[in-house]
């Protein structure tokens, strides 16, 4: 059987990412192909109980732990979930993946970036994205999208989602192959279109 596609949904909290690949999923069982929509952390099973821990515990969570907590969950969801998926030769529609654990463990908390990189290669052991898409906005912009309930993650302030922000964009730069940047203060529409000619090139 073909492989499938693997295409990752970058970008800070807010910007827009679930929304997007809710209606690229759509858009590609519309034309019949045959798609898995999955998220990190928690897709399913172990997954679930890991993203309860690592979005709503309320005691300390040192940066280390929280990176191997997320790692964790990557290396199950990569093994259990992903990859049989591709191999069945449906296209993967990924809601954060590697990206996130360096911007946001990397540049947002300051753990060494290439530890972070070190530490996502074993945990995906082998698999890379065809294509990553990160959704770029303004920080206040993404945050007010969120609203007053803020998860533990969300709550981390304006200076940390600027560090992260900052680390996607350096992340485009290195790998301008495989990562897009997407403008996501333009309407739902005009996102969702882009996307589209995207993954049209795919
Ligand atoms: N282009 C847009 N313009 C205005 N509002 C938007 C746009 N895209 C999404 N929204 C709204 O912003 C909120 C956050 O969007 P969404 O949940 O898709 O972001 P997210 O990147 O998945 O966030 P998180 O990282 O917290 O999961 C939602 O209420 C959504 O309807
Ligand atoms: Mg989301």
């Known amino acids: 059987m073909q492989r499938g596609l693997f295409i990752t949904f970058e970008g800070a909290d807010g910007c827009g990412k679930t929304t997007q690949i809710k209606l690229l999923d759509e858009y590609l069982r519309s034309c019949g192909k045959s798609t898995l929509l999955t998220r990190e952390p928690g897709a399913k099973g172990l997954g679930v109980k890991l993203r309860?821990?690592?979005?709503?515990?309320?005691?300390?969570?040192?940066?280390?732990?929280?990176?191997?907590?997320?790692?964790?969950?990557?290396?199950?969801?990569?093994?259990?979930?992903?990859?049989?998926?591709?191999?069945?030769?449906?296209?993967?529609?990924?809601?954060?993946?590697?990206?996130?654990?360096?911007?946001?463990?990397?540049?947002?908390?300051?753990?060494?970036?290439?530890?972070?990189?070190?530490l996502n290669?074993?945990?995906?052991?082998?698999?890379?994205?065809?294509?990553?898409?990160?959704?770029?906005?303004?920080?206040?912009?993404?945050?007010?999208?969120?609203?007053?309930?803020?998860?533990?993650?969300?709550?981390?302030?304006?200076?940390?989602?600027?560090?992260?922000?900052?680390?996607?964009?350096e992340i485009a730069k290195q790998e301008p192959d495989r990562v897009k940047i997407i403008n996501a203060s333009d309407t739902i529409e005009n996102i969702h279109n882009k996307v589209l000619e995207l993954i049209k090139k795919l």
Not at 70 to 93: M, S, T, W, Y
Not at 141 to 165: H, I
């Open 121 to 169: 290669e074993i945990a995906v052991n082998g698999l890379t994205p065809d294509l990553t898409l990160i959704f770029d906005i303004d920080i206040e912009t993404s945050l007010s999208r969120v609203g007053q309930e803020k998860d533990r993650m969300e709550s981390a302030g304006v200076d940390f989602f600027n560090r992260v922000r900052n680390g996607y964009l």
């Open 52 to 118: 309860e821990i690592l979005l709503n515990y309320d005691g300390e969570v040192s940066p280390n732990c929280e990176s191997f907590l997320f790692l964790a969950d990557r290396a199950q969801h990569v093994d259990c979930i992903i990859k049989p998926a591709i191999n069945e030769g449906k296209i993967v529609l990924c809601d954060r993946h590697t990206d996130s654990t360096v911007a946001y463990q990397g540049y947002g908390r300051g753990i060494d970036i290439n530890r972070i990189k070190i």
